[in-house]
């Protein structure tokens, strides 16, 4: 059997995309942790365009780009599939995977960089995520349908955990379960999901890597007035 | 019979990425200009999100984002492949990373168009950094992105063949020489010589025009906007 490694870093929810959908395949992978801050030759070597991870290494070949990534998997190992078979469907989960680009991203980075406008920034954010609720999820219990997760709830699996963390260090919540009800009941039937259950990184070293990010964000706001 | 309806907006990049990839798989379909200042009803009901261009409407059902339609048309249509078959997962995934590396670097070119002085200077650099990349590691020694034939990322790279002459020129810049990037501007020869492509190109004195005005615009509002 071809070696398969994946090269990450213990806090990105990029990361955790690529863990989650190897494991939902059953596939065996070596995981390689990488210090970003003094990235290896490995990296360099197997993602020199970006230098970032996730990188996934698949019989000596590389793929990056966690999305990419995720591709390369439901293609490569077809068992226990993550993405629609109708055509259409299956643009509906591409076109979701890029909003979460698009839209969420640049919202989530909003909000966390808000020094002083933390509750405008959280109420554009939540107008983002009603739209994901209302026209991308539905009636439905999880993205991928009523009985089994997706590529678009692994794309969006951040928002169920590492959110969380987010909104304790930047003070204001965002995915309320009066605001955003069943985008609320997604993330808490998300996270009972066992692949994703067992495999989160520690709340309280997340916890403390956001508020450590968020205080140099502080210190940097404060300085330059 | 299959119904395919294609809204556009000339000369946008992104409509044309779809436009080449349902001609080269000769794919019959109608084309509908969209006024983007003045939105259709269709355009709003079938992209109700975004409310942007370019959406393919396949028998009613609306596919938007570039990207996504053109891996839907890849699967619908699989005559004339523009993706490597799935014996080689790992060249899908290359097409891929780089239809997404140049679609995460649409800003520098923007800017090229949207800026003078000094920020215009900053855009070219990073222009030319992107096309190093291209040239370097995603070209290669290959002639197309694709490897022999036109794929899916000479697809969306092709504003780099088909508006970005325009935009050098009104910028009053050239990035894109033959001494630099060999490689590119041969991939830009045969990318418009290939003749689904070559009927299919945006005029280059009509663009000209229409960019002009854009550039003069956007400056304009640039400058009313910035702080002295």
């Known amino acids: ?225 | 019979m299959e119904e395919v309806k294609l809204f556009g907006a000339w000369p946008s990049p992104y409509g044309y990425r779809v436009i080449w990839a349902l001609e080269l798989k000769g794919v019959k379909y109608e084309y509908i200009e969209e006024d983007l200042s003045n939105k259709s009803d269709l355009l709003l009901q079938y992209n109700p999100i975004h409310k942007k261009i370019p959406v393919l409407v396949h028998n009613g059902k609306p596919i938007s984002e570039s990207h996504v339609i053109l891996e839907y048309i890849e699967e619908t249509w699989p005559g004339n492949p523009l993706l490597p078959s799935l014996e080689d997962p790992h060249g899908r995934a290359s097409a891929r990373f780089w239809t997404k590396f140049i679609d995460d670097k649409a800003l520098p070119f923007a800017m090229l168009l949207m800026t003078d002085g000094e920020e215009l200077e900053k855009a070219a650099k990073e222009v030319r950094e992107i096309l190093k990349i291209l040239e370097e590691q995603g070209l290669g020694e290959k002639d197309f992105f694709g490897g022999n034939e036109i794929g899916l990322a000479d697809l969306a790279m092709g504003l780099i063949a088909s508006s970005f002459g325009v935009i050098e020129e009104l910028a009053g810049v050239k990035v894109l020489n033959g001494d630099e990037f060999p490689g590119l501007c041969n991939w830009v020869k045969k990318f418009k010589e290939n003749p689904a492509i070559k009927k299919n190109l945006p005029d280059p004195d009509q663009m000209f025009v229409y960019y002009k005005q854009k550039r003069e615009m956007l400056i304009n509002s640039r400058a009313a906007l910035s702080y002295k």
């Not at chain 1, 365009?49 to 000596?60: E, M, T, Y």
């Open chain 1, 1 to 225: 059997m071809e070696e398969v490694k994946l090269l990450g870093f213990w806090p990105s929810s990029f990361v955790y995309r690529v863990i989650w959908a190897l494991k939902l395949k059953g596939v065996k992978f070596d995981y390689i942790e990488e210090d970003l801050s003094n990235k290896s030759e490995l990296l360099l070597q197997y993602n020199p365009v970006r230098k970032n991870v996730p990188v996934l290494v698949h019989g000596g070949k590389s793929i990056a780009e966690s999305l990419v990534i995720l591709e390369y998997i439901e293609e490569t190992w077809p068992q226990n599939p993550l993405l629609p078979k109708d055509p259409h469907e299956k643009a509906l989960a591409r076109f979701w995977m890029q909003f979460g680009v698009d839209k969420i991203r640049p919202a989530i980075f909003a909000y966390f960089r808000a020094i002083g406008e933390e509750g405008e920034k959280a109420k554009e954010f939540q107008e983002v995520l009603k739209i994901v609720e209302k026209q991308g999820l539905g009636d439905q219990k999880f993205f991928g349908g009523d009985n089994t997760i997706g590529l678009v709830d692994i794309a969006f699996g951040m928002l169920a955990y590492w959110l969380e963390c987010i909104e304790e260090v930047v003070g204001v919540k965002v995915l309320e379960a009066s605001s955003l009800p069943r985008l609320h009941a997604w993330a808490q039937n998300f996270k009972q999901v066992p692949v994703v259950k067992d495999n989160l990184p520690d709340r309280g070293k997340l916890l403390a890597h956001y508020k450590h990010s968020r205080e140099k964000l502080i210190l940097a706001a404060s300085s330059s007035q």
